[in-house]
């Protein structure tokens, strides 16, 4: 068991690498709080966690506020009485084909709240009770969009900006026991990259996720347990000399 024991906090656990992340730790031991606005998924994502035969306790809620970030901790802290791990995955695609840069102001300020508040409201939240034990560990979802065009200007913008944050609060608390890193995923089969919320047919998502993963050089998309391997990787006590780091999961794209 990897994670034995340990609490993990995960947002957007209701959906693709949230829940795929909280199943995954909770099979090495981990018990998690699925912290989500999503209530219907986040009890499936619990049913998943305790399937795997550990628990979960569900706080639905909207995790870019420091209310709903500190209401997620605190439930955390009062079941299970501690907080090991923050996995920072919550996030919304932007959706404007062109012109990015000219996106609605709504469009702008919605983005930057869901993708890189939530990062500063949970991790807020949730790194005094990691420093009041002298351990934890905090891993935000980035992406390839940090360091490539694609996803649009607000979107790349909030992912450049978390693996800012993370190297800059990494070296903060070096010394004090938390550790803090990123993982970037490259095209992946979620939810949010096959249209399915944008109300594409289940062929059309097919040839979206095709020919997204003919760009890659492994010719073809991810799975969402790429990326839950890499953050159980960085949950687990095998990264204890790791920090302030990007974790790229992309099967080639940014060096092809
Ligand atoms: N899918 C990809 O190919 C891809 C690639 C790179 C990075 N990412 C990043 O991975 C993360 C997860 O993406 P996914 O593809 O699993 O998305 P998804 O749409 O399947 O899941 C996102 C979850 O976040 C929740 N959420 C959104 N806003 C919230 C809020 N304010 N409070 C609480 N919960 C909220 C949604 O309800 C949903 O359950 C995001 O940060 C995304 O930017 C995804």
Same mark, same amino acid.
């Given at each position: =068991?990897?994670?034995?024991?340990?609490?993990?906090?995960?947002?957007?656990?209701?959906?693709?690498?949230?829940?795929?992340?909280?199943?995954?730790?909770?099979? #090495?031991?981990?018990? &998690?709080?699925? *912290?989500?606005?999503?209530? +219907?998924?986040?009890?499936?994502? *619990?049913?998943?966690?305790?399937?795997a035969g550990s628990e979960a306790e569900l706080v639905v809620g909207d995790i870019? %506020?420091?209310?709903?970030?500190?209401?997620?901790?605190? /439930?955390?802290?009062?079941?299970?009485?501690?907080?090991?791990?923050?996995?920072?995955?919550?996030?919304?695609?932007?959706?404007?084909?062109?012109?990015?840069?000219?996106?609605? #102001?709504?469009?702008?300020?919605?983005?930057?709240?869901?993708?890189?508040?939530?990062?500063?409201?949970?991790?807020?939240? +949730?790194?005094?009770?990691?420093? *009041?034990?002298?351990?934890?560990?905090v891993i935000s979802v980035a992406s390839i969009a940090a360091s490539v065009c694609?996803?649009?200007?607000?979107?790349? %913008?909030?992912?450049?900006? &978390?693996? @800012?944050?993370?190297?800059?609060?990494?070296? #903060?608390?070096?010394?004090?026991?938390? $550790?803090?890193?990123?993982?970037?995923?490259?095209? =992946? /089969?979620?939810? =949010?990259?096959?249209?399915?919320?944008?109300?594409? @047919?289940?062929?059309?998502? #097919? %040839?979206?996720?095709?020919?997204?993963?003919?760009?890659?050089? =492994?010719?073809?998309?991810?799975?969402?347990?790429?990326? +839950?391997?890499?953050?159980?990787?960085?949950?687990?006590?095998?990264?204890?000399?790791?920090?302030?780091?990007? &974790?790229?999961?992309?099967?080639?794209?940014? &060096? $092809?």
């Amino acid at each position: =068991m990897r994670v034995q024991d340990k609490v993990a906090i995960v947002t957007g656990a209701s959906s693709g690498f949230g829940r795929a992340t909280s199943v995954r730790l909770a099979q #090495e031991g981990a018990r &998690i709080v699925i *912290a989500d606005l999503d209530e +219907a998924g986040g009890e499936e994502t *619990a049913r998943q966690v305790k399937a795997a035969g550990s628990e979960a306790e569900l706080v639905v809620g909207d995790i870019s %506020a420091l209310a709903g970030a500190r209401t997620a901790v605190e /439930r955390a802290v009062a079941r299970f009485g501690r907080l090991d791990v923050l996995v920072n995955n919550a996030g919304i695609a932007q959706t404007d084909a062109h012109d990015t840069w000219d996106a609605p #102001e709504e469009t702008w300020d919605r983005v930057i709240r869901v993708n890189l508040r939530s990062v500063y409201a949970c991790s807020k939240a +949730a790194i005094p009770v990691m420093l *009041a034990r002298g351990s934890g560990s905090v891993i935000s979802v980035a992406s390839i969009a940090a360091s490539v065009c694609v996803g649009g200007c607000a979107y790349g %913008a909030t992912k450049g900006a &978390i693996l @800012s944050y993370t190297r800059h609060v990494a070296r #903060e608390l070096a010394a004090r026991g938390v $550790r803090v890193n990123c993982v970037s995923p490259g095209y =992946m /089969r979620t939810p =949010m990259s096959s249209g399915e919320r944008l109300g594409l @047919s289940a062929e059309e998502q #097919e %040839a979206r996720l095709d020919s997204f993963g003919q760009r890659v050089p =492994m010719q073809r998309t991810g799975s969402v347990d790429d990326i +839950a391997n890499a953050i159980l990787y960085l949950a687990s006590d095998e990264a204890a000399y790791v920090t302030g780091q990007e &974790i790229v999961v992309d099967g080639g794209y940014l &060096i $092809r």
